[in-house]
């Protein structure tokens, strides 16, 4: 099979790079080497792991960069966490559709501080893949759709791209129709 590329960025196999994706992630990868061999890892500057930046130095379309947001709420006393994964021209649809199957009175962030303690990833490049047990991940549908989709790999100086029909095996996933919503300006 082989390697999900894109122009102008040099893909590697992942399962032989592990070093370029957080501690937390490699240890997934390691658990699913199936899942793993489908994915291919990017070295890229720090300075470029936010979306906007990288898109506009490699070329790339927005609705095939995924991004990662952390989100939590509570009900009875529980806290409920999430990562919402959602093509990058969206927004994920925290206050409605998350929240919902969530099942919480009210959705927000997960405080930055805290997601990057509890994943054990930078802030900027958060990753579906490795996430702590329990947490739920919600992607959105029409990122399965895409040949190849970038996301974070829980460091800033790499990102992963997945086939997005692959985010379907992702351990946990819930492929949620609508999880984005269009940006409004």
Known sequence: MPLPALPGLTSLPLPERLDLVAARAAAALSADP??????AVVEIDPAL???????????LDLAA?????????????E????????????????NNLAKRRLD??????HPMERAVA??????GGI?????????????DAALTGQDVVVIGSGLRRSKLLIPGA??????????VDGLGRPVTT
């Not at 692959?166 to 492929?175: C, M, N, Q, T």
Request: proline letters at 5%; one cysteine or more.
């Open 104 to 109: 919480v009175r009210k959705a927000s962030f």
């Open 49 to 59: 792991a936010d979306t906007e930046a990288l898109v506009a130095a490699y070329d």
């Open 166 to 175: 692959a985010f379907a095996d992702l351990p946990g996933a819930e492929i």
């Open 118 to 123: 509890e994943t054990g990833m930078e802030y």
């Open 65 to 77: 960069s995924g991004n990662c947001v952390v989100i939590s709420g509570s009900r009875g006393g």
């Open 34 to 39: 199936e899942f793993a061999g489908r994915l």
């Open 79 to 94: 806290e409920r966490i999430a990562a919402c994964v959602v093509p990058a021209d969206t927004r994920a649809d925290v």
């Open 127 to 139: 990753t579906p893949v490795g996430l702590p047990a329990g947490w739920r991940i919600f992607v």
